[in-house]
């Protein structure tokens, strides 16, 4: 538990995002005594997509301009269609994972989520998984794509959809209990 206090976790999100992508592991981290902080494009409230629906809100942390990716262990990347599609226009957000991946940090994706890896030209010659509708984007991108609940490739953490979320929460925690 020691290990796990003294880490940082970053949730780059912003309008769009799966609820359960954000809530859930959220929710793990911070059971674990984890601070998380979210991260997005804009102040204030971002809103959560559920089921074809707006859903919940939740607070933004810090925007991408007073983020420090040196403040963080770890970057959590929830999918939904919409919220990926929008970061990944943002070169803020896009120079912010690329940063995790410069610096060795591991970096968890899931769903949608892989599309950033992609933008962020960090997905070649990396071994993971994703909704099964951008397998294709990820091979493109060089990217050997596997249909397994959760992928571990180096810093990489990546997982299918939300019924992976139990098993991608384990490894993430995994992940802090292992590094400094």
Same mark, same amino acid.
Request: contains cysteine.
């Given at each position: 538990?020691? +290990?796990?206090?003294?880490?940082?976790?970053?949730?780059?999100?912003?309008?769009?995002?799966?609820?359960?992508?954000?809530?859930?592991?959220?929710?793990?981290?911070? $059971? $674990?005594?984890?601070?998380?902080?979210? +991260?997005?494009?804009?102040? &204030? $409230?971002?809103? #959560?997509?559920?089921? &074809?629906?707006?859903?919940?809100?939740? #607070?933004?942390?810090? *925007?991408?301009?007073?983020? !420090?990716?040196?403040?963080? /262990?770890?970057?959590?990347?929830? &999918? /939904?269609?919409?919220?990926?599609?929008?970061?990944? @226009?943002?070169?803020?957000?896009?120079?912010?994972?690329? %940063?995790?991946?410069?610096?060795?940090?591991?970096? #968890?994706? +899931?769903?949608? &989520?892989?599309?950033?890896?992609?933008?962020?030209?960090?997905?070649? !010659? @990396?071994?993971?998984? %994703?909704?099964? %509708?951008?397998?294709?984007?990820?091979?493109?991108?060089?990217?050997?794509?596997?249909?397994? *609940?959760?992928?571990?490739? /180096?810093?990489? +953490?990546?997982?299918?959809?939300?019924?992976?979320? $139990?098993?991608?929460?384990?490894?993430?925690?995994?992940?802090?209990?292992?590094? !400094?």
């Amino acid at each position: 538990m020691q +290990i796990l206090n003294s880490k940082n976790v970053a949730i780059l999100a912003t309008n769009g995002f799966e609820e359960s992508e954000l809530f859930e592991p959220l929710k793990a981290l911070k $059971e $674990e005594g984890i601070q998380v902080d979210v +991260i997005s494009t804009e102040k &204030g $409230e971002i809103t #959560a997509w559920n089921h &074809g629906n707006w859903s919940k809100k939740i #607070a933004v942390d810090h *925007t991408l301009d007073e983020a !420090d990716d040196n403040n963080y /262990g770890l970057l959590v990347l929830p &999918g /939904g269609v919409i919220n990926p599609d929008k970061l990944r @226009r943002d070169q803020k957000a896009v120079a912010f994972v690329r %940063s995790f991946f410069e610096k060795n940090k591991p970096v #968890a994706a +899931i769903c949608h &989520g892989p599309q950033m890896l992609i933008e962020a030209e960090v997905a070649e !010659d @990396r071994t993971m998984t %994703s909704f099964f %509708s951008i397998r294709k984007d990820l091979q493109n991108a060089g990217a050997t794509w596997v249909d397994e *609940t959760v992928v571990e490739d /180096g810093n990489l +953490i990546t997982s299918r959809n939300p019924g992976d979320l $139990e098993a991608f929460n384990d490894m993430i925690i995994q992940r802090l209990k292992g590094t !400094d």
